[in-house]
């Protein structure tokens, strides 16, 4: 009986050590919140470069909601101000800017990377 | 040699040495090991450890990968399709073939993915996708990437192509201009006016301020050399108001 115990604890030990560290359950029909970071960061900047062609704010609200967002706006704020304080790629950081400001998110760092418009009230 | 000088047997134990007994469990070594008790132990514990870590309580996914992303027949709770759209929309703004193609690889949508796209486009329009503007852009530009890439789907034919606007011209009559006459020197007493034979069109008063909207530049194939402006009333609808 004490051999079939701890038989049994080394057992469950090993089994969850398998489980849960070598061979992890992998899901196969995650929702777009599961995403990693960086799919999630490449999926916003798919959605805000779709953005600079339509300028379609609704659209992108929606399309963004799908990572599971409670407020997109801040989202994508806290995003773009990340890629400007990391010294993201130039060309993102001009994309995520146009959107930001198109969700009325415009801060003073983001100020410098608004790209031209008619209205000539860029810097 | 009498019979009082035979020597008494032996006893059956000598003093110092103990009794044989039957051995009892007390004398039986204590904790030895059963090697079957300690195999099926094991082989116990693996499964309810697995079963435990893989049913009851698996690690919560954070870290998924697009090819993990929510497939199925449903296209609208598909999670690959709006990636693709994603993808797409991307395509139309940067036409980065390469990076258009290495996002799909990473959704794994089989042996051929942009003919998969152009399935997805087929299916998303026969799904009602497509009824939002919203939705019909994105399907273009679906259709646009893999047209491009030389593929087709039940789309080609579904969504009309983007054709120019026809230009409605109107014929006004407009007078020549001449110079007016010098002036003389004995004014006439009546003057008379003459009809100038211009023609004003009478448009809709505008119903607020012109707000400009943004300038961008893009690159396609299928539009060379062409300055599209794209007018919108304050509806969030196109075209030019009558």
Redesign the interface.
Known sequence: ????????????????????VID?????????S???QS?QN??T???A??Y?????V??AI??LR?LGMDNVPIYVQEMTERYITNSGDIEDIR?LV?LSEGLGRLTPPMERFR?????GDSP | MSQSSVPPPPPSTLPEQPSFRQASKYQQRR?G???????????????????????QF??I??????D?????ENILGN?KV??V???T??Y???SDLGLAIQ?LT?LELGNDPLQAVADMTCNLLNSGYAQT??GL??VR?MRTFYRLQGRSSCADDLIPDIVSTSIVEIDVPTSTATLPPPPSKTPSSAATTTPSGLVIVPTTAPQREY??????T?CSTELNGIIEVYVRDFGNREGIPR
Request: no cysteine; glycine share 14%; net charge negative.
């Open positions: 009986m004490i051999s079939l115990i701890i038989g049994g604890l080394v057992g469950l030990g090993g089994g969850l050590v398998y489980g849960w992890k359950a992998e899901y196969i029909d995650s929702p777009m599961g995403l990693a799919y490449d999926y900047l798919m959605i470069a779709g600079a062609v339509d300028q379609d609704d659209a929606d399309r799908r994309l146009a790209q031209l418009n008619p209205t | 904790f090991i059963s090697w079957w008790g300690l195999l099926i132990g094991l082989v116990l514990g693996v499964a309810g450890g697995i079963y435990l870590s893989w049913v698996p690690v996914e954070t870290e998924t990968r697009p993990q992303l929510r497939g199925g999670e709006h990636y759209v994603a993808i929309l991307a139309s703004h940067d996002r990473d503007s919203a852009r994105a530009s707000e400009g909207s943004v300038f961008s893009f």
